[in-house]
């Protein structure tokens, strides 16, 4: 966040310095700005927040692809004359462990139809969900930790 309030004042500077005050060389001060701090990343030791964001978008699309994928399994469901559904609770060990990424990841698999996210354990090591169909418990772990948890990680460490 920091980063991206430096940005802003440079691209502030440049409109100030430039004496042009249109959007368009505000943009463009904002794009230099980004480019001069991204020349220097090593010296100010983060991340860039413009990477960040993209790993933030790639997160998002990730999760609206999910979203639509497990809506159409759960109308297949739904729809199949003779469902055979196995509902059930299974635990799922986490490897994020910043309040901000469980909540997160709960929330994202609540989101997602078919899954609800029931309870954290006390050490917060541990997240119970409830499937619709938890006849495969591993592969339920197994596409968590490899789509949900692990754009999370990616995103925000």
């Not at 980004?34 to 413009?50: D, K, M, N, S, W």
């Not at 759960?74 to 004359?81: E, I, K, N």
């Not at 078919?114 to 409830?130: A, I, N």
Request: with cysteine; hydrophobic share 50%; glycine share 8%.
């Amino acid at each position: 966040m920091t980063l991206y309030l430096i940005n802003l004042v440079l691209a502030l500077v440049w409109v100030t310095v430039t004496g042009s005050f249109s959007l368009v060389n505000l943009i463009f001060g904002f794009v230099l700005g980004g480019f001069a701090l991204y020349l220097i990343r090593e010296q100010v030791g983060t991340v860039g927040y413009i990477s960040r964001g993209y790993r933030i978008a790639v997160l998002a699309l990730f999760f609206f692809k999910e979203l639509i994928l497990s809506a159409w399994r759960v109308l297949v469901l739904v729809l199949s004359p003779r469902p055979d559904l196995k509902p059930g609770i299974f635990a799922y060990r986490l490897k994020v462990d910043r309040d901000f990424e469980i909540t997160l990841l709960a929330n994202m698999i609540t989101l997602t139809p078919g899954t609800l996210s029931v309870d954290v354990s006390e050490d917060r090591s541990t997240l119970y969900v409830h499937a619709i169909d938890c006849s495969d418990p591993e592969a339920a772990r197994a596409d968590i930790a490899g789509g949900f948890e692990r754009k999370i990680l990616e995103a925000f460490r």
